[in-house]
């Protein structure tokens, strides 16, 4: 895809270069397949700190999880490490606990772009759930790294789990294992060293060819497979990345390169933007009614993802 040379007529028709926000609404507004990409940033205001950002991210504060000094910080959700010693993801999981956080101004856009047809897919590095939370549909989403809500024996993952059986050991902070086979279970999260989920794998190739329009928030674009999509688009379409500062131009991503002609960097946090993106858009109102649903909906976090949980195992049973 990246290959294809545009010729400058087709350059200019992507963005007319220029790459003010008002011109990301509107161009917004002109296209029906827009593919996002989500990583941890967008669910700071959660409460959910990011991985890497110096100071407040998981990786510089990992003191609780006493991990040893000779173990990188990734090593927390790393497949071999976890089945040495569950003890670290343990706690990692409990203070993740679905049902604690509620969706952002950035997920219920989303849902938004979706509500209003123009959403393609979302692409969702982040583990908590909160796509779900914010009504975001279930085939508008993929866990692209999995997520909380359902949970597996690593032994035979057709051993049945309830999800209740799992959340109670992880409350008392005692590694949760199979009751037929005492192996150890964990969540359909993809540790490093595991494979990114079929769905993933299924979607992805056609999503991103046919993407009309690539919008990315909150992410490092550190993280291989899942960073390498943002090259897999068409050469003509628009990239906007909505972050705290720029990322992927180790990708390719072109920003104030003499020779970009697509790629945009919204800097500040993705709810702020967001929120100048809806005033632009005239969806203010509809942001608003949004975020005033999830405030009655404000319990029942748990709920849903057992409700969801069933919902997908009833589809795809074990
Ligand atoms: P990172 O922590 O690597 O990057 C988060 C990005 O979001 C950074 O560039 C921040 O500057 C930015 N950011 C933070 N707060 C923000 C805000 N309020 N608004 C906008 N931007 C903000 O997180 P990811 O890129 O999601 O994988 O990390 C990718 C993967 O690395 C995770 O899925 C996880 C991790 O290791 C696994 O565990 C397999």
């Known amino acids: 895809m990246e290959n294809i040379t545009l010729a400058d007529v087709e350059k200019k028709a992507v963005m007319n270069y220029d790459f003010s926000i008002k011109n990301v609404a509107e161009t917004i507004l002109k296209k029906k397949k827009i593919v996002v990409m989500a990583g941890a940033g967008m669910s700071v205001s959660a409460g959910i700190p990011d991985f890497r950002s110096p100071g407040t991210g ?23 490490y976890f089945k040495d010693n569950p003890m670290p993801f343990t706690l990692r999981a409990h203070c993740l606990m679905p049902g604690q956080f509620l969706p952002t101004p950035t ?11 123009l959403l393609s897919r979302v692409y969702t590095q ?27 024996c690593i032994g035979d993952e057709r051993h049945p789990v309830a999800l209740e059986a799992w959340r109670a050991q992880i409350d008392k902070r005692d590694p949760p294992r199979c009751k037929e086979c005492d192996a150890l279970v964990k969540p359909d999260i993809v540790f490093f060293g595991e494979n990114l989920p079929e769905r993933y794998v299924e979607l992805r190739r056609t999503d991103l060819e046919e993407a009309d329009m690539l919008i990315i928030v909150g992410t490092s674009l550190q993280v291989h497979p899942f960073c390498s999509l943002l090259n897999e688009t068409r050469a003509d379409i628009p990239r906007v990345l909505i972050n705290l ?26 709810d702020d933007q967001v929120k100048a993106l809806c005033k632009v858009l005239g969806w203010t109102k ?29 589809t795809q049973p074990k």
């Open 245 to 270: 500062q720029p990322s992927g131009e180790h990708l390719g991503l072109l920003f104030d390169h003499k020779d970009n002609y697509r790629d945009v960097f919204l800097k500040g946090t993705c």
């Open 58 to 80: 998981l990786y510089s504060n990992l003191e609780k999880y006493d991990l040893p000094s000779s173990t990188s910080p990734e090593d927390l959700f790393t497949i071999d």
């Open 126 to 152: 982040n583990i908590d759930t909160l796509e779900v939370l914010a009504g975001i549909p279930a085939d508008k989403t993929v866990f692209a790294h999995g997520s909380f809500a359902d949970v597996h």
């Open 286 to 314: 509809d942001l608003d009614r949004l975020m005033q649903e999830q405030k009655k909906k404000e319990n029942d976090g748990w709920k849903i993802i057992v409700e969801a949980q069933k919902k997908k195992r009833q």
């Open 107 to 117: 997920h219920h856009f989303i849902k938004l772009l979706s509500d209003k047809g």
